[in-house]
């Protein structure tokens, strides 16, 4: 844990603030240097570490999620609710709302 530890530092001190160590089942203590959704992002992380002299990879991490969109005509409801208004709690979690557009239908979502 405590070489773990040093190495955390050591990766904060080169500007991976991110750094942070977790323990694995079976691997024991190992740092981490985030979760980014953008692979040219995490392959940057893993540049910068290997400059300051450690063996950094990527791993994928995938988590399964419900999506759940609401469209909301604006025109008839005189513009977009606030998204603070939109957070529920589901399974004892706090969603996170986000403001996107919707995604294009697909032609079979079309001729429904």
Do not use: K
């Amino acid at each position: 844990m405590e070489d773990a530890e040093n190495a955390r530092a050591a990766l904060q001190a080169a500007g991976l603030a991110d750094a942070y160590v977790i323990n694995e089942e079976g691997a024991g203590p190992v740092v981490s240097l985030g979760v980014h959704a953008d692979p040219a992002r995490a392959e940057a992380t893993v540049a910068v570490a290997r400059l300051a002299g450690f063996e950094a990879r990527t791993v994928d991490r995938l988590r399964t999620e419900t999506v759940t969109w609401l469209e909301v005509d604006r025109q008839s409801n005189g513009g977009l609710p606030a998204i603070e208004d939109l957070a529920v709690t589901v399974d004892g979690r706090p969603t996170t709302p986000e403001l996107r557009p919707c995604p294009a239908a697909s032609p079979e979502d079309a001729a429904r």
